[in-house]
């Protein structure tokens, strides 16, 4: 039973993968179940054992994809010290560089945020994306009320939206490393942490 379980996740996860690289490539719209199949090295069939519809796979792809992220960006920064300060710049460096390493399938993820957009997926994709956003600017408060308590960050620093722009610089730096491959993202997002955690910090006066 165990054995039959992990074939199951594995084909299954090898499905996720392949219609990530088709609606990334694709788009949404243009990407046929067919290709997917054929991606995944699967009958189309098999996809609908695991998905009732495109759209079913699309919203599954995406939970995926969020999921993977989230794990990837948060694991090495919660394992690393320090103060909140230096926890801050731990967690923004996880959370860029991981989606750096994605850089080839963020295209999938401007069809995310279309799909939010489009009136017969609005609400479902609208809260999917809500919450990932929500995890990210949760961290980030915490450790920016942390550091207020501490005397690390600034007592007059307004933590959520603070947090709030920090998620949405995340967003437009990606986007421009997507949009341009000659923009050196990962040496600009480490300036710019710094800065912002720099401007965060309290003056021995304050």
């Given at each position: 039973m ?18 990530l690289?088709?609606?990334g ?9 067919i ?10 069939g098999?996809?609908?054992e695991?998905y ?7 919203f599954a ?12 960006s948060t694991?090495?920064a ?6 909140p ?7 923004l460096?996880?959370v ?14 401007l ?8 009136p ?10 809500l ?19 501490s005397?690390v ?9 603070t ?9 437009g ?10 923009f ?7 300036h ?10 309290r003056?021995?006066?304050?």
């Amino acid at each position: 039973m165990r054995k039959r379980e992990a074939n199951k996740e594995k084909k299954q996860t090898a499905i996720l993968a392949a219609a990530l690289g088709v609606f990334g490539g694709k788009g949404y719209a243009a990407a046929k179940i067919i290709d997917i199949a054929r991606a995944a090295e699967v009958g189309k069939g098999t996809i609908y054992e695991y998905y009732r519809s495109k759209e079913d796979l699309f919203f599954a792809v995406f939970e995926w994809y969020a999921a993977q992220l989230a794990k990837d960006s948060t694991v090495d920064a919660a394992c690393l010290g320090g103060d909140p300060a230096q926890r801050m710049k731990n967690l923004l460096s996880s959370v860029f560089t991981a989606f750096h390493k994605q850089i080839d399938t963020f295209s999938v993820f401007l069809e995310f945020w279309a799909a939010a957009g489009n009136p017969d997926m609005r609400d479902r994709y609208r809260s999917a994306l809500l919450s990932m956003y929500d995890t990210f600017r949760i961290l980030i408060v915490d450790l920016l009320e942390e550091g207020k308590r501490s005397g690390v960050f600034r007592r007059d620093v307004d933590s959520v939206s603070t947090a709030a722009g920090l998620v949405g610089a995340l967003d437009g730096m990606m986007l421009q490393a997507w949009m341009d491959r000659d923009f050196d993202a990962l040496s600009a997002s480490d300036h710019f942490f710094d800065t912002i955690i720099t401007g965060l910090r309290r003056k021995p006066t304050d």
